[in-house]
């Protein structure tokens, strides 16, 4: 290189870099501004165009300052609105500033007036008459009417009413609780058996609650009508007060019966006879109106309800974006919804009070999710879907030290608090809690559950596990290791888990988590780590503490075995182990090779679980079924094994420990790791 290169050179590397450009936005602000600090927009789409007109890839940033953003629309980002990589384009909350984006909006309190409609004045509970306050839906900005279905799995249709930030609930009874049925009187049908007859179910009931209620009103019962693994609402055909009988007006999907040993059982919804506490609200479609009883003075209060039925904010296809330190609320949908594109990061933000899912990550690579608050949500928390099963190319998206709670308000079962689908996704620190039902779904490949903790789930449901995987071998090679998890399930009968392989699932590894009263083995062959049908699990490095089975097994024999992998049991393993993906060829037999021969399974064949060097404190029994335990490498006593502080909850083992020296080989467990870490916005 000359010298006059060199000097060029250098003096380009000494030019000052120039800074990111910044805008504000305010709802103060105004739209005819520049953007300043001083002279905010007022809008996040003028911002968004400010940002677009800068024509470079990335190093922007966009400050929110406090106040509510209420969204008549989703907040879309698109692949014009990314960043490149190292300089990302930044939304995020001014320091200090709470920064709420509302799929809703703030309802005046002038909007509500006393109930004066005879009709429905006398209707009411006693104790509501002249309590009871009535909207429009015209006035509080709701422009369809949305109708309750004869059944559904899931949340109800909108709107949804929040009162200084905490949901009010749809009229009920009981208020807290369940209704048992007395009897069946006529299962109904069974559509999930292909029985379309459309033969009604019947049952009895106790006392005289439901002679109040008008049937041809409109009354909804939510029940765990067969099994305690699934709820479903279903709209009340016919009351008879004289018999003490209530007809439903659609089949149940597994019809009337007493699928697990625990009561059936029922509640009844959006009930206008049952409008009878503060806090509750009916809506009336057909009226076109809301009704409340508020907890307190509406005009003291900040009453929002939710209008937007789609996600609050939408990243499509964007890359290398950040949303920081915002508050994403009072949707009837999503909070944020991310597919497509690589590298966005959703940081620090609280999302709640919404109808559907907190956040969801549909496809794209290397997006990550971290630090975030996500709960009271309707019908799930935190989901991430990406990579490609058929040649189990990863997508490298990341959840992070997330707080994830009370991720079920509307569906009671199967809305887990956090999903990893797709292939070579990982999760991490998350402390997810306070479930009827799972947590924790894991579909796909590759996945790595790490360093999470889990407690207080499947504490109303049965048959059911804290993580729960299952009905496709296929899906192999996850890891889950280093988690703590504790206090989870009730004994309702047929027993719980807290890491459940379901219906001949397998391949996966359980490494150094910390189990503490976890499960409830019921009448069957549960345990805290529990298969049902499959084999090639490996439990190893694991701690047990007061659970009653560390390890369950409900083995399929080789009959049924053969008609599983044959396209029977219910499971379809043809279509999910030949067409979803190919096991019987690469990249399968090469990632997996005790795939080999899978299709062809032979009666002499050992389909058996591994554990090894598992330590149990207090325990019931080891293990039951088909796990196979390494010769001398399970210890267990009664006596402490050497934990830092048991009576404490603090289950590191000491240096030295007696567990060092009973199980050769037991490596430690990070447990001081484990869930939340103080880090980053946290």
């Not at 504000?24 to 739209?31: F, I, K, R, T």
């Not at 990249?587 to 032979?602: C, I, N, Q």
Request: with cysteine; hydrophobic share 40%; glycine share 12%.
């Amino acid at each position: 290189m000359n010298a006059a290169l060199v000097l060029c050179a250098l003096l380009v590397a000494a030019l000052p870099v120039c800074a990111a450009p910044v805008f504000h936005v305010s709802p103060a602000g105004s739209d005819d501004g520049p953007g300043s600090a001083g002279r905010p927009f007022a809008t996040l789409e003028r911002a968004r165009d400010a940002v677009r007109s800068l024509r470079r890839r990335g190093g922007a940033r966009v400050v929110l300052h406090a106040g509510a953003y209420e969204r008549a629309a989703a907040f879309e980002l698109t692949e014009a609105d990314g960043g490149a990589p190292g300089r990302p384009v930044v939304w995020e909350a001014a320091p200090g500033a709470e920064v709420r984006l509302l799929g809703g909006r703030v309802a005046p309190a002038s909007l509500f007036q006393p109930a004066s409609d005879p009709l429905i004045v006398d209707r009411l509970d006693p104790a509501a008459r002249g309590r009871v306050l009535v909207a429009g839906f015209d006035a509080l900005g709701l422009k369809g009417s949305e109708a309750f279905p004869t059944t559904y799995h899931g949340a109800p249709p909108g709107p949804e009413l929040f009162f200084n930030g905490e949901r009010l609930r749809l009229a009920c009874w009981p208020n807290k609780g369940w209704a048992h049925i007395a009897r069946v009187v006529d299962p109904g049908s069974e559509p999930r058996e292909g029985d379309m007859a459309g033969r009604l179910p019947v049952f009895a009931y106790d006392g005289d609650r439901p002679a109040r209620w008008k049937a041809d009103a409109g009354v909804w019962l939510q029940g765990y009508w067969r099994f305690d693994w699934y709820d479903q609402v279903i709209n009340v055909g016919a009351i008879d007060a004289a018999a003490r009988t209530i007809t439903l007006a659609a089949p149940h999907v597994y019809s009337l019966k007493p699928g697990n040993p625990s009561p059936r059982r029922f509640r009844a919804l959006n009930v206008l006879e049952e409008l009878d506490e503060p806090g509750e609200f009916v809506i009336d479609v057909a009226g076109r109106r809301v009704f409340l009883w508020p907890p307190a003075d509406p005009s003291a209060a900040r009453v929002e309800v939710s209008t937007l039925n789609a996600p609050v904010i939408a990243l499509r296809g964007a890359s290398d974006l950040t949303i920081r330190g915002l508050a994403v609320e009072c949707g009837l949908a999503g909070g944020i919804e991310v597919e497509g594109g690589r590298s966005c990061v959703i940081d620090a933000c609280r999302v709640r009070n919404l109808r559907h899912t907190g956040v969801r990550v549909a496809s794209g690579t290397l997006h990550r999710v971290q630090n975030c608050d996500i709960h009271d949500t309707g019908t799930g928390g935190l989901e991430m879907q990406g990579g490609d099963r058929k040649t189990l190319q990863p997508a490298g998206h990341q959840a992070l030290n997330n707080h994830i709670w009370r991720f079920s308000i509307h569906q009671f079962t199967s809305a887990y608090g956090l999903i990893l689908g797709g292939a070579g996704n990982r999760a991490a620190n998350n402390l997810i809690h306070d479930a009827p039902h799972q947590a924790v779904s894991l579909v796909g490949n590759d996945h790595v559950f790490e360093l999470n903790e889990v407690h207080s789930v499947c504490m109303e449901t049965d048959d059911c596990g804290a993580l729960y995987k299952g009905r496709n071998p296929s899906c192999r090679g996850n890891l889950i290791r280093w988690n703590y998890w504790h206090d989870i399930g009730s004994p309702m009968g047929h027993g719980n888990a807290a890491v459940y392989f379901d219906d001949g699932d397998g391949g996966d590894t359980v490494l150094g988590n910390v189990f503490v009263r976890c499960g409830d083995p019921g009448i069957g062959s549960f345990g805290t780590v529990f298969s049902h049908g499959g084999h090639d699990i490996r439990a190893d490095n694991n701690l047990f503490v007061e659970c009653k089975r560390a390890l369950g097994s409900a083995p399929w024999d080789y009959p049924r075995w053969l008609d599983a992998v044959r396209g029977g049991q219910d499971c379809f393993f043809t279509e999910k182990l030949l067409k979803e993906v190919d096991i019987t060829r690469p990249p399968y037999t090469t990632r997996y090779p005790e795939l080999a021969g899978f299709m062809d399974p032979k009666p002499e064949t050992p389909r058996v679980n591994r554990a090894a060097r598992n330590i149990l404190v207090r325990c019931g029994q080891v293990s039951g079924g088909a796990w196979q335990l390494e010769p001398d490498s399970t210890w267990s006593t009664n006596e402490d094994p050497g934990f830092v502080d048991m009576a404490a909850g603090k289950y590191t083992l000491k240096k030295g420990a007696e567990a060092f020296r009973r199980v050769p080989g037991f490596q430690p467990i990070p447990f001081g790791r484990m869930g939340l870490q103080r880090r980053g916005r946290r």
